[in-house]
């Protein structure tokens, strides 16, 4: 026999997985962001660049549905692990939408770089480093969004570790983009703009690790998380 409180639980059960389908949808939207972002870098098109601005607005939009719902399922008492599920529904769109800012941030550089004289725009060279750099972040993000979607607490740890990778990579591009600018001081703005995109990118990385951690928390609380690599060597540490 159904218990009056049934339908109650199924309904909040119901919620939580619309509001992890729109969590899920938002960060796939930040992904293709990103990924749209990294492709006119090549392309030099400053009209492309605008629409990436502009659709950062959906991004935000998404996030302020999203908080509602949270707060709809918050005032209905949750207890334990549910309540959880409200932080973390708060948290990780918060870590989504810098996601966006972030890619956002790379295509205004982008329609600089754009806009600059073809003599001066950064060289096929130069901009590969970058891209091998966005590409690992969009990657991070989509594994950390699938492994919440999936509440997959090892994907999420095994793609924390890889941040340590896209760390690296950052520290490696950093270095390269300095030394074209001692070659040869033509070289400093383009490049330049290329190193304030690849911090934007290695911020990303940060953003979908705190996704992998915040999914930590779900499943084990106040459990300390695993003890992990950094591999960021740009401020000298």
Not at 75 to 97: K, Q, T
Not at 156 to 170: G, K, N
Not at 214 to 226: K, Y
Request: aromatic share 4%.
């Amino acid at each position: 026999m159904t218990q009056p409180n049934d339908h109650i639980v199924k309904s909040f059960d119901d919620e939580l997985q619309r509001l992890t389908a729109e969590i899920s949808r938002m960060g796939r939207m930040a992904v293709a962001q990103l990924e749209s972002a990294m492709d006119v870098i090549e392309r030099f098109d400053p009209a492309a660049a605008e629409r990436i601005i502009a659709n950062d607005v959906e991004i935000d939009a998404l996030e302020q549905s999203i908080a509602h719902d949270v707060m709809r399922l918050a005032l209905r008492g949750p207890m334990a692990r549910d309540l959880r599920e409200i932080l973390v529904g708060v948290r990780v769109p918060a870590e989504i939408e810098r996601i966006g800012d972030h890619a956002a941030n790379v295509a205004k550089r982008s329609r600089v770089l754009a806009q600059m004289p073809p003599a001066h725009q950064p060289t096929p060279p130069q901009i590969a480093g970058l891209r091998a750099v966005g590409k690992l972040a969009a990657s991070q993000v989509l594994r950390a969004i699938q492994a919440y979607e999936a509440r997959d607490v090892d994907a999420a740890m095994a793609m924390r570790e890889d941040d340590a990778r896209l760390d690296a990579q950052y520290t490696a591009l950093f270095r390269e983009l300095l030394t074209y600018m001692m070659e040869d001081a033509r070289n400093i703005t383009a490049c330049t703009h290329l190193l304030f995109m690849a911090k934007n990118l290695e911020r990303v990385g940060d953003h979908a690790t705190n996704i992998a951690e915040n999914l930590w928390f779900l499943v084990h609380g106040d459990t300390p998380l695993p003890a992990r690599e950094k591999a960021d060597r740009t401020s000298g540490n």
